[in-house]
């Protein structure tokens, strides 16, 4: 329980500081993917269900982007993230973040 509760602190925690910006940068959007790829495997490994890990991390990704149209590619990109059989956070990344 204590690892759960830690990694979901070190994720609010970096989503919080990128959601200070007024507009969605590219690099913005490219932190937020690493960001949702951290999530997602963390909780992975943790065990999480795939409708907690898309509720939880889909919040992150409402804070910190701040245009509708980025949201929507951040939640198709965190549900393709979800259904995939991969769980390495590198993987994650090198698949849905470059």
């Given at each position: 329980m204590k690892k759960t509760l830690?990694?979901?602190?070190?994720?609010?925690?970096?989503?919080?500081?990128?959601?200070?910006?007024?507009?969605?940068?590219?690099?913005l959007v490219t932190q937020q993917?690493?960001?949702?790829?951290?999530?997602?495997g963390t909780l992975?490994?943790?065990?999480?269900?795939?409708?907690a890990i898309r509720k939880d991390v889909g919040m992150l990704?409402?804070?910190?982007?701040?245009?509708?149209?980025n949201r929507e590619i951040a939640n198709k990109t965190l549900n393709l993230m979800v259904d995939d059989k991969l769980s390495d956070v590198r993987s994650l990344e090198g698949k849905y973040c470059s």
């Open positions: 830690l990694a979901v602190a070190c994720i609010s925690v970096a989503a919080l500081a990128y959601a200070n910006n007024v507009s969605d940068s590219a690099e993917c690493k960001i949702s790829a951290e999530a997602v992975k490994h943790l065990r999480y269900g795939n409708t990704i409402h804070q910190s982007l701040k245009t509708a149209e």
